[in-house]
């Protein structure tokens, strides 16, 4: 109930709203509303088939972007609640923040900005509030969810400037230099936690890192040995899970001190003076630190293993190779993707909009029926 939240939390009917006007819902907070249209979104749906780190197709218990999406949401809401911010908000942002997400993890979105450099480029940030804005075609009065401002804002974590100025209200703190609410601030944390978490646990499960080289990290080796000597003799995927949950723990708990006592020393007294003042939401310098160090591990030993290189090597041949084909000729495209207008930069924005839209098993189809010749 908001009537519980802390003066300087996101309330759903103070501040901007819809883009286009829409009567309050009888049983359901204007957050709650954009959560369930989030859900029920053809783009949410599709998060279940695209890459995390592993290639859907590599295992079934690998995390994808629907996972990651929701652990994502359970963190973030968690740490709210102690934050008295806007659970529902917190929920909306979480599960929306990676809809424009392309095929194949960011491979996918580098090549892709790779090819957009001559109409603007591509960024999944800006892709996500595309998604919600205009792509989705649920209803009769709009194109897009129609989200509320928080929810949007929340979505649109990083912007350039001349990107910012193309994009109205949404935009403007990026050209202000302004904050965006706590519920955002806490999000993008959240989203830091889950992914830091789950890709020790898919690295492990996948065999392409260890608990000997994790244990030279300084915060995951004394979480082990806590462990350890909590569970004597305890190994396998019990030992792992029982690290993990003291891991997300001592993550969550300190950015829920720090931020605490940050937000007493700044003394906000509504979400405009959050917008105007410093960010709020932060973990304490020794476990951002700690939080670092264990991201450097993860980039040197997972993300650039070579199995994982040789992926990432075959996936961007493929949305290259796609891109191509369909600039060489907008016939290949379904129709819904050609542009009547014939104008070059809106063609590739449509390009954009139909590959970041695949899945990573329809992307591999997509390829196969352009490129293979079994597929005559």
Known sequence: MEEFLAPYAAHSDEGPGRRCEETAHASRSQFQRDRDRIIHSTAFRRLEYKTQVFLNHEGDLFRTRLTHSLEVAQI??????????????????????????????????????????????????????RVVDHLEEQYGAFDGLNLMFATREGILKHCSVSNARELGDVGQRFLDKTQPSLEAQLTNLADEIAYNSHDIDDGLRSGLITIEQLDEVAFFGRLWREVQATFPGLTGRRAIYETLRRLITALADDLIATSQQRIADA??????????????????????????????????????????????????????????????????????????????????????????????????????????????
Do not use: W
């Open 267 to 376: 003394a906000p007294r509504s979400i405009d003076d959050v917008r105007n003042g410093p960010p709020l939401i932060r973990f304490s310098d020794p476990m951002r630190a700690d939080a670092t160090e264990l991201k450097r591990f993860l980039r040197a030993n997972l993300y650039r293993h070579y199995k994982v290189n040789r992926m990432r090597l075959k996936a961007s041949r493929m949305v290259r190779e796609l891109y191509a084909a369909f600039a060489a000729d907008a016939q290949l495209l379904p129709p819904d993707y050609r542009e009547p207008s014939g104008d070059a930069t809106k063609q590739a924005r449509r390009i954009a909009d139909y590959i970041a839209g695949m899945t990573d098993r329809y992307a591999i189809r997509e390829h196969s029926r352009l490129y293979s010749l079994e597929e005559l």
């Open 76 to 129: 973030g809401r968690s740490m709210a609640r102690n934050l008295r911010l806007n659970e529902d908000l917190v929920e909306a942002v979480a599960l929306a923040h990676d809809l424009g997400h392309t095929p194949f993890g960011h491979v996918g979105q580098d090549v892709l900005n790779e090819c957009m450099q001559p109409h603007g480029g591509f960024e999944h940030n800006l892709q996500s509030l």
